[in-house]
């Protein structure tokens, strides 16, 4: 850490689900664009350890960091938004720190000393200051999950409060708070939010600029109210508006001045935030006219728009980079795959979309369904994009429909089929056998390397990957050399081409009008590289196709 390193705390009031996590992520992009060396910190009050056991469709979709850790979703904002890989040391969970503590007093780690609360509080101070040592930057953007006034939360709070004490210039405070706007009244009211700065006052912690969430700007009056009841400066209450992109958010605190007014209270030297790059990415999303309309299939679809989009929230944000980047964009449609098993002749409702994805996922549910539009898409000449299971389930019906082994399946459904084209990974048994589930997949960043002459070599432009990657099933050796015989191509492969890291069929040319426009998966998860400044290049290739059917 260095000296007169600077941290800056994000806090939630009133309520959450306002963007906490867009505006650190953006407060980070503005830093970053001014020159600073910044990090972002997650900060999860839950007593997970990770947040790999916890169900996406209730928590939102487990982001996994190369190193393997499985984190919250915020961390793949913070990725998106920094444009850069993130550590272990920029993510941790309330049972993370318990956990550590524990063991270390289990294990005689504090010679005999009475361990309460203040240690606890110490590991977090720890945590804090590690990431900014890690990271080797000038600022830390620390983000501590729920709202003010959780009670699970107060020990970040009392963590931040103490490291103010030590460090009284280099400590700032910002509330990103929501001002409602109730239909009866029909007019914006502040207390909530005055109200959630007092909370934070109770704790000994004064907020000095405060993100003031609303559906419409803010107006001068509501801005006085809270500057006089709760001791902010005026010209730090931020109007942060409803708007229609994410992406927006840092051009927008930007026309408030907010790094300026960040820089002015930590004492930082001045200057300009360069974001350049990161206008010329909005000025491309918003230039986005034609459409390219992809289907999403997938089992747990049951839960309504607002959960899907939380649990796959990197797939969505990689095809939309991709068609941004071709001038289009997006249009996803989810689709339950227990319709095509209950009404298998309504798969063909395929054919009306640009491209199809099948994501990753875990279990049997729905995956007949699955495995029914696969074919189609693979016979009608659909573009196709499989991600880890959507890799898997593309195999398994390739076997059953061009191998002919009507009951090739997947370990995870059915251990007792003949044809396990899919089986569990040796390590990943014993894990099973004594119901170790966490942090017990194959998780995080492996190299694969690529086959010459391949859409995946081609797409990728080098001869070695590395992809993040979550499970603990591959494709069953013994059946590779039929399934290459009988035309599936396996155009990755671990180094050692053990395990079989993307399956694609060949690329229909005029020397090969029987190839199919593109169908690939991957056993890895391309979306959590997928960057708004470096979208993925498999998900280009699957809309550069998408595009292509789209305009025949
Ligand atoms: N269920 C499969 C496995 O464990 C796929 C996992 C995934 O899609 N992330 O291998």
């Given at each position: 850490m260095k000296k007169n390193h600077k941290y800056i705390f994000v806090i939630g009031g009133v309520?959450?689900?306002?963007g906490k996590g867009i505006t650190s992520s953006s407060i980070g992009t503005i830093l970053q664009s001014m020159g600073f060396k910044t990090n972002l910190v997650k900060v999860d009050?839950?007593?997970?350890?990770?947040?790999?056991?916890?169900n996406p469709t209730e928590h939102g979709e487990v982001f996994v960091l190369n190193s393997g850790l499985e984190t919250d979703q915020d961390m793949g904002n913070y990725e998106r938004f920094l444009n850069r890989d993130l550590s272990n040391a920029d993510y941790m969970t309330s049972g993370m720190i318990y956990k550590h503590v524990i063991d270390k007093e289990r294990a005689l780690g504090f010679k005999g000393k009475c361990i309460d609360a203040d240690n606890i509080r110490d590991e977090i101070i720890d945590r804090v200051e590690n990431a900014a040592k890690v990271n080797k930057s000038d600022i830390s953007v620390i983000e501590i999950g729920g709202?003010?006034?959780?009670?699970?939360?107060v020990m970040f709070i009392e963590a931040a409060r103490v490291l103010k004490v030590r460090h009284p210039d280099d400590v700032l405070f910002i509330m990103v708070s929501f001002l409602p706007i109730p239909n009866k009244l029909g007019e914006m009211k502040s207390k909530p939010t005055q109200n959630a700065i007092r909370q934070l006052n109770s704790y000994g912690v004064q907020t000095d600029i405060v993100i003031a969430r609303s559906e419409l700007p803010l107006d001068a009056k509501r801005k006085e109210k809270i500057a006089l009841s709760c001791s902010?400066?005026?010209?730090?209450?931020v109007s942060a508006p409803d708007i229609d992109?994410?992406?927006d958010v840092p051009l927008n605190f930007e026309r408030d001045l907010l790094g300026e007014m960040i820089a002015k209270e930590l004492s930082l030297p001045k200057r300009t935030p360069d974001l350049s790059d990161w206008k010329s990415f909005v000025n491309k999303v918003k230039g986005a006219k034609k459409e390219v309309n992809i289907a999403v299939v997938g089992k747990?679809?049951?839960?309504?728009?607002f959960v899907l989009s939380d649990a796959y929230v990197s797939v969505i944000e990689a095809v939309k980079f991709s068609a941004y980047h071709f001038g289009a964009k997006a249009k996803l449609t989810w689709l339950n795959s227990k319709d095509f098993e209950k009404?298998?002749?309504?798969?063909?409702?395929?054919?009306?979309?640009?491209g199809v994805i099948v994501p990753g996922g875990f279990g049997s549910n729905g995956i007949e369904g699955v495995i029914r539009s696969i074919k189609y898409v693979r016979e009608n000449k659909i573009p196709y994009l499989g991600l880890c299971y959507g890799m898997q389930l593309a195999v398994i019906e390739y076997a059953r429909n061009?191998?002919?082994?009507?009951?090739?399946?997947?370990a995870e459904i059915d251990?007792?089929?003949?044809?396990?084209?899919i089986d569990i990974m040796a390590e990943q048994k014993k894990h099973l056998a004594n119901g170790n589930?966490?942090?017990?997949?194959?998780?995080g960043a492996y190299p694969a390397v690529l086959k010459k002459g391949t859409i995946a070599a081609e797409a990728y432009g080098t001869p070695k990957v590395m992809e993040r990657h979550r499970h603990?099933?591959?494709?069953?050796?013994?059946?590779i050399a039929e399934l290459e015989e009988a035309?599936?191509?396996?155009?990755a492969t671990s180094p050692d081409r053990h395990l079989m890291e993307i399956a694609e069929l060949p690329r229909q040319t005029k020397s090969n009008p029987?190839?199919?426009p593109f169908f690939l998966g991957s056993q890895f998860h391309p979306e959590f590289h997928a960057r708004p400044l470096s979208p993925h290049p498999l998900f280009n290739a699957f809309i550069k196709a998408s595009l292509a059917r789209k305009g025949k």
């Amino acid at each position: 850490m260095k000296k007169n390193h600077k941290y800056i705390f994000v806090i939630g009031g009133v309520m959450s689900g306002v963007g906490k996590g867009i505006t650190s992520s953006s407060i980070g992009t503005i830093l970053q664009s001014m020159g600073f060396k910044t990090n972002l910190v997650k900060v999860d009050p839950y007593l997970n350890v990770d947040a790999g056991t916890m169900n996406p469709t209730e928590h939102g979709e487990v982001f996994v960091l190369n190193s393997g850790l499985e984190t919250d979703q915020d961390m793949g904002n913070y990725e998106r938004f920094l444009n850069r890989d993130l550590s272990n040391a920029d993510y941790m969970t309330s049972g993370m720190i318990y956990k550590h503590v524990i063991d270390k007093e289990r294990a005689l780690g504090f010679k005999g000393k009475c361990i309460d609360a203040d240690n606890i509080r110490d590991e977090i101070i720890d945590r804090v200051e590690n990431a900014a040592k890690v990271n080797k930057s000038d600022i830390s953007v620390i983000e501590i999950g729920g709202t003010v006034g959780d009670y699970q939360n107060v020990m970040f709070i009392e963590a931040a409060r103490v490291l103010k004490v030590r460090h009284p210039d280099d400590v700032l405070f910002i509330m990103v708070s929501f001002l409602p706007i109730p239909n009866k009244l029909g007019e914006m009211k502040s207390k909530p939010t005055q109200n959630a700065i007092r909370q934070l006052n109770s704790y000994g912690v004064q907020t000095d600029i405060v993100i003031a969430r609303s559906e419409l700007p803010l107006d001068a009056k509501r801005k006085e109210k809270i500057a006089l009841s709760c001791s902010v400066p005026i010209g730090n209450v931020v109007s942060a508006p409803d708007i229609d992109s994410i992406y927006d958010v840092p051009l927008n605190f930007e026309r408030d001045l907010l790094g300026e007014m960040i820089a002015k209270e930590l004492s930082l030297p001045k200057r300009t935030p360069d974001l350049s790059d990161w206008k010329s990415f909005v000025n491309k999303v918003k230039g986005a006219k034609k459409e390219v309309n992809i289907a999403v299939v997938g089992k747990y679809f049951d839960t309504g728009d607002f959960v899907l989009s939380d649990a796959y929230v990197s797939v969505i944000e990689a095809v939309k980079f991709s068609a941004y980047h071709f001038g289009a964009k997006a249009k996803l449609t989810w689709l339950n795959s227990k319709d095509f098993e209950k009404d298998p002749k309504s798969v063909s409702m395929l054919k009306k979309f640009d491209g199809v994805i099948v994501p990753g996922g875990f279990g049997s549910n729905g995956i007949e369904g699955v495995i029914r539009s696969i074919k189609y898409v693979r016979e009608n000449k659909i573009p196709y994009l499989g991600l880890c299971y959507g890799m898997q389930l593309a195999v398994i019906e390739y076997a059953r429909n061009v191998l002919g082994y009507k009951d090739a399946n997947t370990a995870e459904i059915d251990p007792a089929s003949k044809h396990l084209i899919i089986d569990i990974m040796a390590e990943q048994k014993k894990h099973l056998a004594n119901g170790n589930y966490g942090a017990s997949m194959r998780l995080g960043a492996y190299p694969a390397v690529l086959k010459k002459g391949t859409i995946a070599a081609e797409a990728y432009g080098t001869p070695k990957v590395m992809e993040r990657h979550r499970h603990r099933y591959e494709v069953n050796q013994p059946f590779i050399a039929e399934l290459e015989e009988a035309g599936l191509v396996f155009s990755a492969t671990s180094p050692d081409r053990h395990l079989m890291e993307i399956a694609e069929l060949p690329r229909q040319t005029k020397s090969n009008p029987d190839g199919h426009p593109f169908f690939l998966g991957s056993q890895f998860h391309p979306e959590f590289h997928a960057r708004p400044l470096s979208p993925h290049p498999l998900f280009n290739a699957f809309i550069k196709a998408s595009l292509a059917r789209k305009g025949k």
